[in-house]
């Protein structure tokens, strides 16, 4: 029993020791622009959420900072779960989530607190990557567009042209009959 108890206890240290050393923050790269620094705290198996509305490729990069907190990001849901969720980060330590360009705005983050420890608090920075460029993805979004409009508007004028073309052929054996 107490052989069982020291495994026991030497794996808790074991983890909590990679946790610890995981935590150490990586450097930032120069084309990251901080855009907000959100602290927070949040219960053991419960959700905190926030609201990413901020455009381009963004960095989320959350910091548990006492207990352990993790990361459910969607672009469908305002409240991502760890039933319902597009991307996700769950690690001791540092949570990174890359919100790409491509994902439709409100963006939904729900920080969930891991139900072995009481209650987390974490940091989170919210960095934007400026050498995305946005310019490039919404010109081949309009493009895309003017072509769909274009074909629109070919068919809609061929439809226009047989409709035409029926009912003139429609009006002339009406005349043939009566006349």
């Excluded at 760890?82 to 949570?95: I, M, N, P, V």
Aim: some cysteine.
């Amino acid at each position: 029993m107490s052989l069982h108890r020291s495994k026991l206890l030497a794996v808790l240290l074991l983890s909590q020791a990679l946790c610890l050393i995981r935590s150490f923050e990586e450097p930032i790269p120069e084309e990251w622009t901080l855009l907000h620094v959100v602290q927070g705290h949040v219960g053991g198996g419960n959700y905190s959420y926030l609201r990413l509305n901020h455009s381009g490729k963004i960095i989320l990069y959350m910091q548990s900072l006492k207990g352990d907190a993790d990361l459910y990001v969607s672009d469908k849901t305002l409240h991502p779960s760890f039933e319902s969720y597009k991307l996700h980060s769950a690690t001791c330590g540092q949570d990174v989530v890359v919100v790409p360009l491509e994902f439709l705005r409100p963006v939904g983050i729900g920080i969930y607190g891991h139900p072995s420890y009481q209650e987390s608090s974490f940091e989170m920075k919210v960095y934007y990557d400026w050498t995305v460029e946005e310019s490039s993805y919404f010109a081949e979004d309009m493009e895309r567009h003017e072509r769909h409009s274009q074909s629109s508007e070919e068919e809609l004028q061929d439809e226009e042209t047989v409709i035409w073309t029926i009912l003139i052929g429609i009006l002339k054996l009406i005349l043939e009959i009566l006349f």
